[in-house]
Protein backbone atom coordinates (compact mmCIF):
# COMPACT_ATOMS: atom_id res chain seq x y z
CA UNK A 1 0.00 0.00 0.00
CA UNK A 2 2.90 1.89 0.27
CA UNK A 3 4.11 2.68 -3.23
CA UNK A 4 0.49 3.78 -3.92
CA UNK A 5 1.23 6.23 -1.28
CA UNK A 6 4.37 7.36 -2.78
CA UNK A 7 2.02 7.73 -5.91
CA UNK A 8 -0.96 9.26 -5.06
CA UNK A 9 16.83 8.38 30.78
CA UNK A 10 17.75 4.61 30.17
CA UNK A 11 16.60 1.70 32.59
CA UNK A 12 17.86 -1.33 32.52
CA UNK A 13 15.57 -4.39 32.57
CA UNK A 14 15.59 -5.15 36.12
CA UNK A 15 13.95 -1.73 36.56
CA UNK A 16 11.69 -1.99 34.34
CA UNK A 17 10.71 -5.46 35.66
CA UNK A 18 10.40 -4.24 39.13
CA UNK A 19 8.64 -1.12 38.83
CA UNK A 20 6.17 -2.54 36.20
CA UNK A 21 5.27 -5.74 37.57
CA UNK A 22 6.68 -5.58 41.47
CA UNK A 23 3.41 -6.28 43.47
CA UNK A 24 1.87 -3.32 43.18
CA UNK A 25 0.74 -2.93 39.36
CA UNK A 26 -0.91 0.18 39.82
CA UNK A 27 3.21 2.43 40.19
CA UNK A 28 3.83 2.25 36.67
CA UNK A 29 6.51 5.37 36.44
CA UNK A 30 6.51 7.60 33.47
CA UNK A 31 9.42 6.23 31.35
CA UNK A 32 11.57 9.20 29.50
CA UNK A 33 12.93 6.71 27.24
CA UNK A 34 13.60 2.84 27.06
CA UNK A 35 16.48 0.76 26.74
CA UNK A 36 15.76 -2.52 27.16
CA UNK A 37 18.29 -5.26 27.98
CA UNK A 38 18.11 -8.58 28.98
CA UNK A 39 15.60 -11.30 27.72
CA UNK A 40 12.13 -10.43 28.83
CA UNK A 41 9.48 -13.72 28.71
CA UNK A 42 7.73 -12.49 25.06
CA UNK A 43 3.84 -12.76 24.13
CA UNK A 44 1.70 -15.37 24.67
CA UNK A 45 -0.62 -16.75 21.92
CA UNK A 46 -4.07 -16.66 20.73
CA UNK A 47 -5.73 -20.03 19.48
CA UNK A 48 -8.31 -20.84 16.73
CA UNK A 49 -9.39 -24.25 16.69
CA UNK A 50 -11.13 -26.19 14.49
CA UNK A 51 -11.71 -29.67 15.57
CA UNK A 52 -8.06 -30.78 16.10
CA UNK A 53 -7.05 -28.37 13.70
CA UNK A 54 -5.09 -24.99 15.45
CA UNK A 55 -4.76 -21.35 14.31
CA UNK A 56 -1.72 -19.73 16.45
CA UNK A 57 -2.20 -16.00 16.32
CA UNK A 58 0.51 -13.75 17.44
CA UNK A 59 -0.57 -10.34 18.57
CA UNK A 60 1.65 -8.26 16.96
CA UNK A 61 2.44 -4.38 18.57
CA UNK A 62 4.41 -1.60 17.58
CA UNK A 63 6.02 0.45 18.18
CA UNK A 64 8.20 -1.73 20.73
CA UNK A 65 11.56 -0.52 22.14
CA UNK A 66 14.63 -0.53 20.79
CA UNK A 67 16.69 -3.59 20.69
CA UNK A 68 14.39 -5.60 23.19
CA UNK A 69 15.18 -9.06 23.67
CA UNK A 70 12.16 -11.21 24.01
CA UNK A 71 11.85 -14.97 24.77
CA UNK A 72 10.70 -16.43 21.46
CA UNK A 73 11.84 -20.02 21.98
CA UNK A 74 7.98 -20.80 23.00
CA UNK A 75 6.54 -18.91 19.76
CA UNK A 76 9.62 -20.84 17.61
CA UNK A 77 8.71 -24.27 18.72
CA UNK A 78 4.71 -24.37 17.83
CA UNK A 79 6.17 -22.72 14.38
CA UNK A 80 8.29 -25.76 14.19
CA UNK A 81 5.10 -27.91 15.06
CA UNK A 82 3.28 -26.09 11.91
CA UNK A 83 2.74 -26.13 8.35
CA UNK A 84 1.36 -22.54 7.63
CA UNK A 85 2.73 -19.20 7.84
CA UNK A 86 -0.17 -16.87 7.36
CA UNK A 87 0.92 -13.14 7.23
CA UNK A 88 -1.57 -9.72 7.70
CA UNK A 89 -2.69 -8.70 3.99
CA UNK A 90 -1.40 -6.36 2.01
CA UNK A 91 -2.45 -3.88 -0.49
CA UNK A 92 -0.39 -3.93 -3.88
CA UNK A 93 0.00 -2.04 -7.00
CA UNK A 94 1.39 -3.91 -10.34
CA UNK A 95 3.30 -1.61 -12.52
CA UNK A 96 4.32 -5.07 -14.72
CA UNK A 97 2.74 -3.15 -18.02
CA UNK A 98 5.52 -0.75 -17.44
CA UNK A 99 9.28 -0.40 -19.26
CA UNK A 100 12.32 0.15 -17.61
CA UNK A 101 12.19 4.06 -18.86
CA UNK A 102 9.12 4.47 -17.68
CA UNK A 103 9.20 3.43 -14.43
CA UNK A 104 12.04 5.26 -14.38
CA UNK A 105 10.51 8.56 -15.74
CA UNK A 106 7.67 7.40 -13.14
CA UNK A 107 10.17 7.66 -10.13
CA UNK A 108 11.41 10.99 -11.22
CA UNK A 109 8.20 12.26 -11.22
CA UNK A 110 7.47 11.07 -7.39
CA UNK A 111 9.98 14.40 -6.28
CA UNK A 112 7.12 16.57 -4.89
CA UNK A 113 3.95 14.56 -4.23
CA UNK A 114 4.62 15.31 -0.28
CA UNK A 115 4.33 18.83 -0.93
CA UNK A 116 0.92 20.74 -0.56
CA UNK A 117 -0.57 21.84 -3.70
CA UNK A 118 0.08 25.63 -4.80
CA UNK A 119 3.86 25.85 -2.48
CA UNK A 120 1.21 26.47 0.27
CA UNK A 121 2.64 25.92 3.95
CA UNK A 122 1.33 24.32 7.03
CA UNK A 123 0.54 28.08 8.64
CA UNK A 124 -1.61 28.04 5.60
CA UNK A 125 -3.54 24.80 5.35
CA UNK A 126 -3.46 24.37 9.25
CA UNK A 127 -6.09 26.40 11.61
CA UNK A 128 -4.36 28.55 14.44
CA UNK A 129 -4.58 26.24 17.25
CA UNK A 130 -3.53 23.39 15.83
CA UNK A 131 -0.20 25.27 13.82
CA UNK A 132 0.75 26.75 18.05
CA UNK A 133 0.39 22.53 18.93
CA UNK A 134 2.36 21.80 16.08
CA UNK A 135 5.23 24.63 16.69
CA UNK A 136 5.76 23.41 20.37
CA UNK A 137 6.06 19.90 18.65
CA UNK A 138 8.22 20.37 15.93
CA UNK A 139 10.69 22.57 18.22
CA UNK A 140 10.57 19.57 20.78
CA UNK A 141 11.33 16.49 17.59
CA UNK A 142 12.61 18.25 14.52
CA UNK A 143 13.80 21.38 15.79
CA UNK A 144 14.55 23.93 13.10
CA UNK A 145 13.40 22.44 9.88
CA UNK A 146 12.48 25.03 7.76
CA UNK A 147 11.56 22.63 4.59
CA UNK A 148 9.11 20.64 6.51
CA UNK A 149 6.46 23.44 6.75
CA UNK A 150 5.97 23.23 2.66
CA UNK A 151 4.81 19.33 3.72
CA UNK A 152 1.07 18.06 3.34
CA UNK A 153 -0.02 17.50 6.71
CA UNK A 154 -0.29 14.35 7.05
CA UNK A 155 3.43 13.43 6.20
CA UNK A 156 4.36 16.22 8.23
CA UNK A 157 2.79 14.24 11.23
CA UNK A 158 4.43 11.00 10.30
CA UNK A 159 7.46 12.31 10.64
CA UNK A 160 7.15 13.97 13.60
CA UNK A 161 5.60 10.69 14.85
CA UNK A 162 8.89 8.74 14.03
CA UNK A 163 11.41 11.59 15.34
CA UNK A 164 9.70 11.60 18.47
CA UNK A 165 9.32 7.52 19.03
CA UNK A 166 13.04 7.59 18.23
CA UNK A 167 13.93 10.35 20.89
CA UNK A 168 12.10 8.17 23.58
CA UNK A 169 13.84 5.09 22.67
CA UNK A 170 11.00 3.05 20.63
CA UNK A 171 10.50 2.60 16.69
CA UNK A 172 7.71 1.61 14.60
CA UNK A 173 10.70 -1.31 13.45
CA UNK A 174 10.31 -3.56 15.39
CA UNK A 175 11.33 -7.04 13.64
CA UNK A 176 9.04 -9.43 14.91
CA UNK A 177 7.81 -10.06 11.43
CA UNK A 178 11.21 -10.42 10.61
CA UNK A 179 12.25 -13.14 13.11
CA UNK A 180 8.98 -15.51 12.72
CA UNK A 181 9.42 -15.60 8.86
CA UNK A 182 12.62 -16.51 9.39
CA UNK A 183 11.96 -19.17 11.97
CA UNK A 184 9.33 -20.49 9.53
CA UNK A 185 11.89 -20.61 6.30
CA UNK A 186 13.87 -22.70 8.94
CA UNK A 187 10.96 -24.75 9.17
CA UNK A 188 10.09 -24.57 5.68
CA UNK A 189 6.43 -23.50 6.42
CA UNK A 190 4.12 -22.32 3.72
CA UNK A 191 3.69 -18.74 3.62
CA UNK A 192 0.52 -17.21 2.78
CA UNK A 193 0.21 -13.38 2.35
CA UNK A 194 -3.08 -12.88 1.59
CA UNK A 195 -3.08 -9.68 -1.26
CA UNK A 196 -5.20 -7.58 -3.54
CA UNK A 197 -3.18 -6.15 -6.75
CA UNK A 198 -4.59 -3.08 -8.55
CA UNK A 199 -3.26 -2.33 -11.93
CA UNK A 200 -2.73 1.13 -12.01
CA UNK A 201 -3.26 2.53 -15.69
CA UNK A 202 -1.40 5.68 -16.46
CA UNK A 203 0.42 6.19 -13.06
CA UNK A 204 2.27 9.55 -14.57
CA UNK A 205 -0.67 11.23 -15.16
CA UNK A 206 -2.49 9.99 -11.85
CA UNK A 207 0.90 11.09 -9.60
CA UNK A 208 0.69 14.64 -11.90
CA UNK A 209 -3.63 14.70 -10.68
CA UNK A 210 -2.26 14.00 -6.53
CA UNK A 211 -0.13 16.96 -7.15
CA UNK A 212 -2.27 19.19 -7.19
CA UNK A 213 -5.22 17.84 -5.15
CA UNK A 214 -6.28 18.57 -2.00
CA UNK A 215 -6.98 15.62 0.50
CA UNK A 216 -8.73 16.00 3.45
CA UNK A 217 -5.80 15.00 5.99
CA UNK A 218 -6.58 17.35 8.61
CA UNK A 219 -8.32 14.82 11.31
CA UNK A 220 -5.31 12.43 10.55
CA UNK A 221 -2.70 15.30 11.30
CA UNK A 222 -5.12 16.06 14.63
CA UNK A 223 -4.98 12.66 16.28
CA UNK A 224 -1.09 12.28 15.21
CA UNK A 225 -0.24 15.15 17.22
CA UNK A 226 -2.86 14.18 19.96
CA UNK A 227 -1.11 10.71 19.89
CA UNK A 228 2.35 12.62 20.43
CA UNK A 229 1.31 14.88 23.30
CA UNK A 230 -0.92 12.26 25.14
CA UNK A 231 -0.04 8.56 24.72
CA UNK A 232 3.68 8.10 24.23
CA UNK A 233 4.02 7.45 27.71
CA UNK A 234 1.07 4.80 27.22
CA UNK A 235 3.22 3.65 24.39
CA UNK A 236 5.82 2.80 26.40
CA UNK A 237 3.96 0.54 29.20
CA UNK A 238 2.06 -0.91 26.51
CA UNK A 239 5.54 -2.10 25.12
CA UNK A 240 6.81 -3.39 28.33
CA UNK A 241 3.02 -5.25 28.94
CA UNK A 242 3.52 -6.75 25.32
CA UNK A 243 7.14 -7.96 26.35
CA UNK A 244 5.61 -9.84 29.23
CA UNK A 245 2.57 -11.33 27.71
CA UNK A 246 0.43 -9.05 30.31
CA UNK A 247 -3.15 -8.50 27.79
CA UNK A 248 -4.95 -6.88 30.47
CA UNK A 249 -3.12 -3.65 30.68
CA UNK A 250 -2.47 -3.29 27.29
CA UNK A 251 -6.32 -3.66 26.72
CA UNK A 252 -6.87 -1.19 30.11
CA UNK A 253 -4.26 1.38 28.99
CA UNK A 254 -6.06 4.19 27.00
CA UNK A 255 -5.14 4.43 23.10
CA UNK A 256 -4.87 7.53 21.11
CA UNK A 257 -6.11 5.95 17.06
CA UNK A 258 -4.32 8.01 14.63
CA UNK A 259 -4.73 5.06 12.02
CA UNK A 260 -8.70 4.93 11.30
CA UNK A 261 -8.37 9.08 10.73
CA UNK A 262 -5.08 8.66 8.63
CA UNK A 263 -6.06 5.56 6.30
CA UNK A 264 -9.41 7.41 5.58
CA UNK A 265 -7.37 10.79 4.50
CA UNK A 266 -6.35 8.06 1.66
CA UNK A 267 -9.46 6.47 1.08
CA UNK A 268 -11.64 9.07 0.86
CA UNK A 269 -9.88 10.50 -1.71
CA UNK A 270 -10.50 11.01 -4.94
CA UNK A 271 -7.38 9.10 -6.71
CA UNK A 272 -8.68 6.38 -4.04
CA UNK A 273 -12.44 6.55 -5.56
CA UNK A 274 -10.98 6.47 -9.42
CA UNK A 275 -9.18 3.28 -8.59
CA UNK A 276 -11.61 1.77 -6.94
CA UNK A 277 -9.81 0.99 -3.38
CA UNK A 278 -12.37 2.86 -1.07
CA UNK A 279 -13.60 -0.69 0.80
CA UNK A 280 -9.99 -2.22 0.24
CA UNK A 281 -9.73 -2.64 4.39
CA UNK A 282 -12.82 -4.50 4.57
CA UNK A 283 -11.66 -6.51 1.37
CA UNK A 284 -8.46 -7.08 2.84
CA UNK A 285 -9.37 -8.53 6.27
CA UNK A 286 -11.92 -11.29 4.19
CA UNK A 287 -9.47 -12.15 1.94
CA UNK A 288 -7.19 -13.01 4.98
CA UNK A 289 -10.60 -14.37 6.72
CA UNK A 290 -10.82 -16.78 3.99
CA UNK A 291 -7.00 -18.05 3.66
CA UNK A 292 -6.94 -18.64 7.80
CA UNK A 293 -9.97 -20.49 7.42
CA UNK A 294 -8.83 -22.28 4.98
CA UNK A 295 -5.84 -23.14 6.32
CA UNK A 296 -7.82 -24.56 9.31
CA UNK A 297 -9.47 -26.91 7.41
CA UNK A 298 -6.41 -28.28 6.02
CA UNK A 299 -3.44 -28.08 8.24
CA UNK A 300 -3.04 -29.50 12.01
CA UNK A 301 -1.61 -26.34 12.99
CA UNK A 302 -0.86 -22.60 11.13
CA UNK A 303 0.83 -19.79 12.67
CA UNK A 304 -0.41 -16.30 12.34
CA UNK A 305 0.30 -12.56 12.51
CA UNK A 306 -2.64 -9.70 13.29
CA UNK A 307 -1.90 -6.31 15.18
CA UNK A 308 -2.90 -6.89 18.84
CA UNK A 309 -5.04 -3.82 18.43
CA UNK A 310 -7.15 -5.22 16.28
CA UNK A 311 -7.71 -8.75 18.18
CA UNK A 312 -8.46 -6.72 21.37
CA UNK A 313 -11.15 -3.99 19.72
CA UNK A 314 -14.82 -4.47 19.65
CA UNK A 315 -14.46 -5.47 16.07
CA UNK A 316 -12.08 -8.12 16.54
CA UNK A 317 -11.17 -10.27 13.76
CA UNK A 318 -11.86 -13.45 17.23
CA UNK A 319 -15.50 -12.29 16.56
CA UNK A 320 -15.74 -13.60 13.38
CA UNK A 321 -13.87 -16.67 14.25
CA UNK A 322 -16.19 -17.22 17.13
CA UNK A 323 -19.14 -16.47 14.52
CA UNK A 324 -18.59 -19.08 12.49
CA UNK A 325 -18.40 -21.48 15.09
CA UNK A 326 -14.63 -21.96 15.90
CA UNK A 327 -13.12 -21.95 19.45
CA UNK A 328 -11.38 -18.99 20.71
CA UNK A 329 -9.00 -19.65 23.18
CA UNK A 330 -7.26 -16.38 24.81
CA UNK A 331 -3.79 -15.99 26.00
CA UNK A 332 -3.33 -16.58 29.98
CA UNK A 333 -4.08 -13.88 32.14
CA UNK A 334 -0.74 -12.31 33.29
CA UNK A 335 0.58 -13.58 36.68
CA UNK A 336 4.12 -12.04 38.85
CA UNK A 337 4.16 -14.72 40.93
Given at each position: MRLLFLLVLTLP?????????????????????????????????WKVSNGENTLWVLGTLS??????????????QVIQTSQVLLLPPRFTVSLKELGFFK??????SVFGIKKNPNKQKLIEVLPADLYARWVLLKKQYLGHNRSIEKSRPIFASYKLFNKALKKHGMSNDTGVTKKVR????????????????????????????????????????AKTME????????MQKRAIAWSFGDIATIK??????DGQACNAAWLN????????????????RTRWLDAAKSALANNTSTFALWPISQ??????????????GYTITAPKPFSDD
Open positions: LSTISTALYGKNKSSIPALHKIVVTGTVPGPDLPLPKKMDWNFKPIEKLSLATKAAKRSQLELLIPSIEINLEDPKAKLKKFKTTEINDLECFRIENDLDAALPYVDSELAEEVGITDVRLRLLLSDDSILNDFEAA
